[in-house]
Structure formats: structure tokens, C-alpha cells
């Protein structure tokens, strides 16, 4: 009686307005536990329907790890007691549902009849919540575990907040005494640095997102080079509350990078200016002139019949020996003159302040003894001599190009006159008969007269012993002068405006070689040195393509060199043209990579698939160690950047050995095969099958 009298009298009508509108799953049970009431939202919860629920024990539908505990709470309630906790239920589809339970005894006439309780679903808040801890978890592992240094730092407080522990592995300094000296983020700092940071970070004020590189000194006393990336945070007011930031150590690319800036202005074997460099301090000499009213001397010198003893004797005698020519330029000249070795055998001087005209002949001079000078090498005497070309500043021009061309064609009359002497540059000289301007006629008739002929040098795959193109190069047989070097004309044909239609030449002939050796079964590529005067054609790239349909070769067996002087000529147009190149399918080989490179930055911004590491640093490898990192970080930046790389001038197996040992296993030289003629290369490959 008292069940029904519950049931009826008292619960169900006051509670029917709450159980039929309350949001929330209710419910009530009686003294025994069991289903008395369950509204519309409660069956939605749990699947069962009120005439499903009623009469069943409540602990029938909670999940076997939450019953003790639910029949405990429900004893305190019934005890008078409101009680709260989290359960588990089994749906009616058998899912299991996670519940915040909220119940409290029903008193009627002072004594409790009853339960009534109110459930909120919390399966996908607790969800939530878990995978809220599960990211917070993920990423404190990350931000103890990830090699780069996170830092925060609150600007209201003046200190460190958080850091994290990569940032001893840069710093040597642990968190802790981060945070616990707020002026050790400063003082770690570089003092050279100092200045340009502060002025960097004031950016932050203007809400700006920086990222600078600078020096620190690590506990140790070691300078490291960092890059910095930081981040301002403003309070709703618009003030600074926060800085967050991100170290990482740049110092090997930062350290390679000033190795290749080395290597970019002074020449690798004798440690003068190169003529990158020459030209800057030129360009300064003449400005100061100028305002000063002083006189510039260049002289330009090559050394005699020098190719003889590389060709005899081998290059490493003659390194040696300009090795020691460059000593004894500086020992017989002042500190501030610029004595810069031009390439080959050739070097330049730059005089400032001429004041007497008789330096025009002490100075060559006392060149030209030293020189004669003999020199005991490896138990042979060598007497050398020297033809010396002479400019001056103003007579004979005023700018870099115009007297370093002066000089050079005063010293080809030197070397006409009999050589071993010095000529200073006279109004009509360059009417006077010399070889270069005997080279630059007989280029006008080269090609009506079919005096150029290509050669191919393999290149090589040494992890399979593999054939897989090759390099083309143009000689030409002169009848007068015989053989001349392409060093030596390709020069004046650029200056002559005649590389244009030389180079057309070239790219054709090599386009239809590559067919034929297609034809006769060998599918390899052929690499082609195109100048800066052909890219700045502005038709290059359609007269290519049209070559190339010609021909009927795919673009992919065609690869374009351009050495680093060419790239840095014009950087943004040769960055499109090169694009285009490479969009038609012509991949891009970088020649002589590491010779004179002057700013990585911009190595990004080409499309270049390959490295050609030069042979002046393959050469030298098994002598000289600094030429071993050189190419090591070469390799190394190739590596970082998605580059292909070949090695030229590989001459020993040493040589081979450790190219590969460092991961450059493309290669081409004397080793594999000096540069042949077209048709004795098509017998060897048709006579190899």
C-alpha cells in the first residue's frame, strides 16, 4: 500500500511537470532499487522505455565496475544523504554509456520513500576531456623531446617561463638556470650581436613575427651560430604579454657556408684574391681616385709557356710552382696592393695611389726578376718568366671592365713582342696584330668553314660500373694557331658577340649525336655549357624546344650546364629562363660548382637538378684535406636540398673511393676516359654491344 500510495498520491503528480519537460534523463526508484519513473529523456538515454524499466533493479543496467560503488551511494541517499558520481550504464543496444548521476532521497510526511535522481550523459565530454589529455600529453613529450630549443618569456614578469630542455644541447645551460637568471638570455648572446638583436626584437612591439640569425657563446666559451623564430602575444588592452620563440643550431650550415664564402672571393690553391674579389677592391680603388684625383695601375700577367709543364710534368708541378709565384707577388709588393690570381697561369695586380710615372716600369720590372728567379721543386730547377700587360686609371679608362681588357690585350702584345717583357697600353694598340684578334676573325668563318668539332667525355654511375651520358665539349683546330683551347676562344667569342650563333651550333649537334646514339640503342644523356648571352636570348627556350621536336628527342636526355658566374648574371631573369628550362623538361646541371659562388641564398631560388663539383677540388683531395670538407659540405648541401652530384676530374681510385664513401657516386674523368670525337665514341659504344 505505501508503494501505490507513493506512486500515486504524491510522486506522480507532483513530479509529472518535471519529468516530462526536464531536459536531463530522471528517474526514481523506490526502497528496494527499483524503476518507479523515467521520463522521455531518460528512455533516449538508455534505449529501454518506461514500461521496460519499471519493476527492474537499477543495478541490472550499470556495468559491473561501477555496481559496488552505485549500491554504496545508493545506501547513503537513503540514508538522507545527496549524492553525486560518475557510472557506467549498458545501453540497450548493449553500447556503454558514461553518466554524471546526481540523486537525493524523496521525504514524504518525514520519511524517505524513495529516490529521485537526474543523469547527464558525459560519454562525449569524458571523450573529449581524454583526448584533451592525450594531446596535452603528446605534446609535452614533444616539447621534452624535440631537438630544437622552445622558449617562452612573460614580459610582465622579465623572465623565462618556459624552455626547454634542447636548449642545453645548444646553450650548455640547463632550464632551470634560464629561468632562474632572467639576464642569461642576454648575456649568452654574441657581444658583436648584441646590438642587432635588440634592434630585431623591436619588432615585436609592432606585433611582428621575426626570425633573425646571430652568434651565442655556449658555457663551454664556443661560438655557435642559432636561428631564432619569435612570436609576440598582446593582452586585450594591446600590451606585450608574451614572447614565444624557437632556437635551432645553424652553426655547420652557417660555417659551410662561410667556407664556400672563402672560397668564393680567394682562389683554393694559392690563397689570393680571385678575380671576383679583384674586381670589388678595383671597383673601390677607382671611386677613391676619382675624389682623390690619384692614378690606378692594373697589370695583368701570364706566365710563358706554362701549359708545357702541365702537360709534361702534370698539374700537381704545376700548382706548385704557382703556388710559389704567388708568394713571391706579395713578398715583392706592398700590403696594400691586390694581387689576385685570375685563373690558369694568369695573375692580376692593382696600384693605388701613382704618383710617379716611373712606377709604369720599376714596377713590372721587379715583377719580372723575381719571377726569372730560380726555383729548386722536387730536385728540378725551374726558370719562369712572365708577360705583364699594363693599364692605367684615368688614361686609359675609367671603369673595372675597360682597363682589366686593356691590360689583358697590352699582355698578349707583350707575349708577341718575345715574351718575358711588360707593355703599357697605347691609343691604337688594339689595331696592332695579336693573337686574340687573329682568334676572334677566324671565329667569324668557324662555322662556314667547319673548323668546330664536339668531343664527349662519359659520365659515369660507379655504384653499377654504369654508362649514363655524357659532357659535350667544342674544340677547334685553327689552321693557324692548331688546337686552341675552349678557354681560351670562348672567351673572345663572347666578347666578339659570337657565342649566340656557336652556341646554336653546339646544342644542335649534340641533339642530333644524342639521337644517333638512341638509334643504335644507348639511351643516355648529353650535357651541353650554355653562356649567359645565350640565355638572355629571348627566344632561347622556343628555339630549343624546336631542336629538340626536330630531332624527335625527349627534353629528359638534354641537360643544360650553367656555371655559377653564368647563374649570378642576371639572377632573376636566368631564374625564369632556367624554370622554363626545366618546365620543358630540361634538367639543369650547376658546373664548377664551389669556384665562385657568392651569395647560398640564392641557390634556392634555381630549378637546379645537379652539382657539378669542380675538378681543381677533386684533384686535390688526396693531398690537401681542406679540399676533403670542401667537398664533403658540397655533397652535404646537394643532399639537403634534393640535388643530383657529379664529380669532375677524377683521375685515381683513391679518388673514387672516397667520392663514394661520401655519397657522390657519379662521376666523369681521365680515369674513365679523356674527351673523344663523336664518331671514335659511337665505335667504342657500337663495338662494346
Known sequence: MTRIRLEKDHLFDAYKSLFDFNPDASYAVDLEGKFILFNKSAEELSGYTLPEAVNTHFVEIITDDYKEAAVEKFSKVLNGNRETMQVKIRHKNQSIIQLYLTAVPIIIEGQIQGIIGFAKDMTESNKIQEELRHSQSQLEKIFHSIDVCLWSWDCVLNKAINVSPACFNISGYTAQEFIDDPALCKNFIHPDDKKYVIETQKKLLNGEVSQFEYRIINKKGHVRWVSNYTVPYFNESGALVRVDGVITDVDQRRKAEEQLQQYAYYDYLTGLPNRRLFDKKLTIALENAKQEKKKVMVLYLDLDRFKYINDSLGHAVGDQLLQIVGKRLK??????????????????????????????????????????????????????????????????????????????????????????????YHIGMTSSISRKMILEQGLHNVLKDKELSLHYQPIMDTSNNKLVGFETLVRWENPMFGWVPPSEFIPVAEDAGLIV?????????????????????????????????????????????????????????????????????????????????????????????????????????????????????????????????????????????????????????????????????????????????????????????
Not at 357 to 368: H, N, R, T, V
Not at 384 to 411: E, R
Not at 578 to 595: C, K, P
Not at 657 to 675: A, D, I, V, W
Open 331 to 424: 713578398g715583392c709588393l706592398y700590403d696594400e696592393d691586390v694581387i689576385s690570381r685570375q685563373g690558369g697561369d694568369e695573375f692580376a695586380v692593382l696600384i693605388e695611389n701613382i704618383i710617379d710615372d716611373c712606377a709604369f716600369e720599376d714596377i713590372p720590372s721587379k715583377i719580372l726578376q723575381v719571377i726569372q728567379q730560380p726555383i729548386m721543386l722536387n730536385k728540378m730547377k725551374f726558370t719562369l718568366s712572365a708577360s705583364i700587360g699594363i693599364s692605367v686609371y684615368p688614361d686609359h679608362g675609367a671603369n673595372v671592365d675597360s682597363l682589366i681588357m686593356k691590360a689583358d690585350q697590352a699582355m698578349y702584345l707583350a707575349k708577341e713582342k718575345g715574351k718575358n717583357t711588360y707593355q703599357v
Open 501 to 689: 650563333p656557336i652556341g646554336k651550333w653546339i646544342i644542335e649537334t649534340a641533339i642530333k649525336h644524342c639521337k644517333d646514339f638512341h638509334s643504335k640503342g644507348f639511351e643516355l644523356y648529353v650535357s651541353v655549357n650554355v653562356s649567359a648571352k645565350q640565355l638572355e636570348q629571348g627566344d632561347f627556350v622556343d628555339w630549343l624546344k624546336q631542336a629538340l621536336d626536330v630531332a624527335e628527342l625527349s627534353p629528359a636526355f638534354l641537360k643544360i650546364e650553367v656555371t655559377e658566374g653564368t647563374a649570378m648574371t642576371n639572377v632573376e631573369d636566368n631564374v625564369r629562363i632556367l624554370q622554363l628550362l626545366e618546365d620543358l623538361g630540361v634538367d639543369i646541371f650547376l658546373d664548377d660548382f664551389g669556384t665562385g659562388y657568392s651569395s647560398l641564398s640564392y641557390l634556392r631560388k634555381f630549378p637546379i637538378k645537379t652539382l657539378k663539383i669542380d675538378q681543381s677540388f677533386v684533384r686535390d683531395i688526396e693531398e690537401d684535406k681542406n679540399q676533403e670538407e670542401i667537398i664533403k659540405a658540397i655533397i652535404g648541401l646537394a643532399n639537403s636540398l634534393g640535388m643530383d652530384v657529379v664529380a669532375e676530374g677524377v683521375e685515381t681510385l683513391s679518388q673514387i673511393s672516397f667520392l663514394e664513401k661520401n655519397g657522390c657516386r657519379t662521376m666523369q674523368g681521365y680515369f674513365f676516359s679523356k674527351p673523344a670525337p663523336y664518331k671514335e665514341v659511337l665505335e667504342v659504344l657500337t663495338n662494346s654491344k
